[in-house]
């Protein structure tokens, strides 16, 4: 069965990075878009780019560019997303999510549990 | 950037009751070529990652119970839980797959009256 695996809680100061992990598995990882959604605390979902693990190419919403940086190694099936110059507006949950079908412009069949980073001094 | 505009912000219904949710999109989603909205429906639930109801503005994912079904084209669309059971209780988004920002609703939090 589909599984995203996300990696554990983070707690960060304002202007570090965190970069989390997102283990896919039961699929074959290089064939759909991982994307990004994150959710402040009580608040609505937001997206933030996707990654095309078979190429590395990524789309990242204009809100995040030059802060965002998503990755992947297809070796081990992860997906990674490292958020730079963090603000204490940057807490939320961050989740990975699958594409239905390999688009980029889509809706998603799967998701990660969820990290939530929490950004304070 | 389209904006999806989800109303009402929470309603409460009672068991068994119709419940009924709307999303407007500030331009179509409607993709004239294949004549497919491009709209899904998703239920978060506390402590849970959202999870797909509804895509193609209609059509339902495997797996969902019947009582849930979209309806719409264009900018509007409506999400119906037709007999409101208890673990329905949560909260539902709208999401457009149009264009790039992918674009969610405010989200609709449906409670037992």
């Known amino acids: 069965q589909v599984q995203l695996v996300q990696s554990g809680a983070e707690v960060k100061k304002p202007g570090a990075s965190v970069k989390v992990s997102c283990k896919a598995s039961?699929?074959?990882?290089?064939?759909?878009?991982i994307h990004w959604v994150r959710q402040a605390p009580g608040q609505g979902l937001e997206w933030m780019g996707w990654?095309?693990?078979?190429?590395?190419?990524?789309n990242y919403a204009q809100k995040f560019q030059g802060r965002v940086t998503m990755t992947r190694d297809t070796s081990i099936s992860t997906a990674y997303m490292e958020l730079s110059r963090l603000r204490s507006d940057d807490t939320a949950v961050y989740y990975c999510?699958?594409?239905?079908?390999?688009?980029?412009?889509?809706?998603?069949?799967?998701w990660g549990q969820g990290i939530l980073v929490t950004v304070s001094a | 950037d389209i904006v999806m505009t989800q109303s009402p912000d929470s309603l409460a219904v009672s068991l068994g009751e119709r419940a009924t949710i709307n999303c407007k999109s500030s331009?179509?989603?409607?993709?004239?070529?294949?004549?497919?909205?491009?709209l899904a429906w998703y239920q978060q639930k506390p402590g849970q990652p959202p999870k797909l109801l509804i895509y193609?503005?209609?059509t339902r994912e495997s797996g969902v119970p019947d009582r849930f079904s979209g309806s719409g084209s264009g900018t509007d669309f409506t999400l119906t839980i037709s007999s409101l059971q208890a673990e329905d209780v949560a909260v539902y988004y709208c999401?457009?797959?149009?264009?790039?920002?992918?674009?969610f609703g405010q989200g609709t939090r449906v409670q037992i009256k």
């Open positions: 999510a699958k594409e239905a079908y390999s688009s980029g412009l889509v809706y998603f069949d799967y």
């Open positions: 039961g699929y074959t990882f290089t064939g759909y878009y």
């Open positions: 990654l095309n693990p078979n190429s590395g190419g990524t």
């Open positions: 331009q179509s989603v409607l993709y004239s070529s294949n004549n497919k909205n491009y």
């Open positions: 193609w503005a209609s």
């Open positions: 999401q457009q797959y149009y264009g790039i920002p992918l674009t």
